[in-house]
């Protein structure tokens, strides 16, 4: 039995190790140090792709039967931030923050779930093809990691992301793409005490701007965000220079753009009815991906649950993960919910029967994925 062979006091130990490393967005260093060790006494060979700022951590394990294609585990090592101090509490249930940060099971679960998977297949004869692993940095900043990953040195066609929130069961089968804009508004500086009226407060136009625009739920699969303004030097000058910065999320690019017309149109409309200039930018964060429900890989998925005794559920997300970018690239990624809870607060937990279960699927993938090319003759 697979589930008898994950060792579970190994697999919380390991997770306590990494939430006790503070791992914020590039500053991922001094844990890569130790999952590379991690990932090597697993029997891996790792590389360390360096970019600007930070690095990804690939890692390799030779399969022991042949025939069987490769497939890609990922997870990324970054956290939010405040996890300095961390405080947290275990019990026979769940370990759970108990002081003024994170946990850090986001993701630091999934790094855990992957190395124990990993070992359990060093420590096995079960048959198994080549792993590869990725565990990315500074996703929690726009997926940057991935954006510069060195797609050329890997193999795999296919991918388990592990790096959604929720009980372990969910799939996430659909994620959107992600635009981001900054409008830069220019008025005109005035002395605000003596002559106002020669001004044109950029704040103004800004608020106008704010107020008129689509935001929040546009529909069912497109949301629209103001994050932040910024402008004004002091309470005595007529405002010249605001900026405001903003999102959009969607499913169908038809909406997106819609969306984004109708925004941009309101923005130029204001400006100009005020006198002010704008400009504006913007940014494709990542891109859209679907899974089909009758795709060869999902119904695997689904399979591999159900022999775990787990019912999986597909779902549909307004946020983006790795999954995008893999997708993107032409790597069928599936992203797993895999038992992190209130993740980006400071209630953040994980049960340990959570933990355990999003191993279990893990390796029992890693065990089944022989069965991919049965699947992919039954879709054609």
């Known amino acids: ?40 006494k697993a029997g891996c060979t790792v590389e360390l ?52 940060t994170i946990l850090g099971a986001d993701d630091k679960s999934a790094l855990a779930q992957i190395i124990e998977a990993t070992t359990v297949l060093g420590e096995s004869d079960i048959p198994h093809g080549d792993i590869e692993i990725i565990f990315t940095s500074v996703e929690e900043k726009g997926l940057l990691g991935a954006r510069h990953l060195d797609f050329t040195t890997i193999r795999s066609r296919h991918a388990l992301v592990l790096d959604s929130s929720g009980g372990v069961g969910n799939l996430v089968i659909a ?15 005035a002395h605000a005490g003596i002559e106002p009226e020669k001004g044109i407060s950029a704040i103004r136009v800004a608020a106008q701007i704010i107020s008129e625009i689509p935001d929040g739920r546009i ?26 910065h903003g999102e959009l999320r969607g499913h169908s690019p038809a909406v997106i753009e819609a969306t984004k017309g109708a925004i941009y149109a309101a923005a130029h409309r204001i400006t100009v009815r005020n006198k002010a200039l704008i400009h504006i930018t913007e940014q494709e964060e990542y891109k859209a991906f679907r899974i089909e429900s009758d795709d060869p890989f999902l119904c695997f998925l689904d ?26 690239r032409g790597i ?13 607060s400071t209630e953040e937990f994980i049960h340990i029967s959570d933990l355990y279960n999003g191993c279990l699927i893990v390796v029992n993938a890693l065990a089944q994925f022989r069965k991919i090319s049965a699947y992919e003759a039954a879709g054609r």
Request: charged share 20%; aromatic share 4%; net charge neutral.
């Open 1 to 40: 039995m697979l589930a008898q062979r994950i060792n579970k006091k190994r697999l919380i130990d390991t997770f306590i190790k990494l939430i006790k490393i503070n791992s914020p967005s590039f500053g991922e260093r001094e844990l890569g140090d130790m999952l590379a060790v991690m990932l090597k």
């Open 49 to 100: 792709q360096e970019y600007g700022r930070s690095f990804n951590l690939i890692a390799r394990k030779k399969g022991n039967s042949s025939g069987i294609p490769p497939l890609l585990l990922s997870a990324h090592m970054d956290t939010i931030e405040p996890t300095t101090g961390l405080e947290f509490t275990i019990d026979d249930d769940s370990i759970r923050t108990t002081g003024p």
């Open 175 to 189: 994620a959107p793409t992600h635009i981001t804009y900054e409008m830069h508004i220019t008025g005109k500086s």
């Open 219 to 244: 529909d069912a699969e497109t949301t629209a965000n103001v994050g932040t303004i910024i402008g004004g030097t002091a309470t005595n000058v007529v405002p010249k220079e605001v900026v405001i």
């Open 303 to 328: 399979g591999v649950y159900t022999t775990c005794g787990i019912t999986p559920a597909h779902v549909t997300t307004g946020g983006g993960s790795d999954a995008n970018v893999f997708n993107h």
């Open 332 to 344: 069928k990624a599936i992203n797993l919910s895999n038992g992190m809870q209130k993740v980006h």
